[in-house]
């Protein structure tokens, strides 16, 4: 299983790549989940430049890996 987070506004990695690279991976029977930001560009997840974002981040992650019996929680 895996998730990405990537900005919908991604100069450096296209948005459209990793929706394919999700479809593939889902296709081949994989477990890959792709979680848009709307407008965020590459590496929009840095405390640096938006704790919110930051803490959105850090929330969903700690819930992928509860689902996936892998946290600490």
């Known amino acids: 299983p895996c998730i990405l987070f990537q900005g919908t ?17 889902n296709a081949h029977g ?10 965020r560009d590459h590496g929009f997840f840095n405390p640096l430049k938006s ?4 803490a ?9 890996l509860a689902k996936l019996g892998l946290s600490g929680h």
């Open 51 to 54: 704790k919110a974002d930051a």
């Open 9 to 25: 506004s991604d100069h450096t990695v296209a948005f459209k790549t990793n929706v394919a690279f999700v479809d593939a991976v």
């Open 56 to 64: 959105k981040v850090l929330q969903l992650s700690d819930a992928f």
């Open 30 to 39: 994989g477990d890959c989940r792709l979680v848009p930001f709307r407008g």
